[in-house]
């Protein structure tokens, strides 16, 4: 979901700096890259700004996993109990490793 997410929220960002902001190294960024390609998530293309570097483009399957995940996230943040406090501080914790 990292990379759908990202994908996203900087749209037309080089395949490198995604890798950079995610904080993972290449291989891995290939293994989960390609194997959402496969799912037909993502299509991995040249950028138009820059034929030089390689860019990701949600399908329109990925869009819909990525909003799947985000409403899922979002039911679970407006259950209140101490379980749903604490998944929150990690989420918290974890997508600002991220950016």
Do not use: H, W
């Amino acid at each position: 979901m990292k990379i759908l997410f990202f994908s996203r929220l900087y749209e037309n960002l080089s395949i490198s700096m995604i890798i950079e902001k995610l904080g993972i190294q290449k291989t891995n960024f290939a293994l989960m890259s390609s194997q959402l390609e496969k799912e037909g998530c993502l299509i991995v293309k040249k950028s138009n700004l820059d034929r030089r570097c390689r860019v990701i483009e949600l399908t329109e399957k990925g869009n819909r996993e990525l909003d799947n995940y985000l409403k899922d996230i979002d039911r679970f943040i407006d259950a209140t109990s101490p379980e749903t406090d604490y998944a929150i501080e990690i989420l918290g914790k974890f997508l600002n490793k991220i950016i």
